[in-house]
């Protein structure tokens, strides 16, 4: 059975189906430099129309997209704080489910 909602997908392959912040925490924490440098996050479906992704920068902290076509949406933003990311993303993807229902 798939996500109910989204589901967040590694480099390396992990991928949690709707996940927490603290799933989210978790993922963003294993990002490294060399084999697992991005994950993405997005609706659990063909085609979907909105998408996030951190992805690590060279010089340290993460790079965060968010982009909702619908809402013709597409932010780009960088952090160092992981509690920020994950808390931001959840948030962020909530407001995505909700509307989407």
């Known amino acids: ?3 109910r909602y989204y589901g967040a997908d590694s480099e390396s392959g992990d991928r949690i189906d709707d996940p927490s912040e603290d799933a989210l925490f978790m993922m963003i924490s294993d990002l490294n430099g060399s084999d697992n440098t991005f994950l993405v996050v997005q609706p659990d479906e063909n085609d979907p129309v909105w998408f996030s992704s951190v992805a690590v920068l060279d010089d340290g902290g993460y790079e965060i997209v ?7 949406e597409r932010e780009v933003t960088t952090s160092t ?12 993807m909530a407001a995505r489910s909700i509307s989407s229902r």
Do not use: K
């Open 81 to 92: 704080s992981i509690n920020d990311i994950a808390r931001d993303l959840t948030i962020w």
């Open 66 to 72: 968010r982009r909702d076509t619908t809402r013709n």
């Open 1 to 3: 059975m798939g996500a």
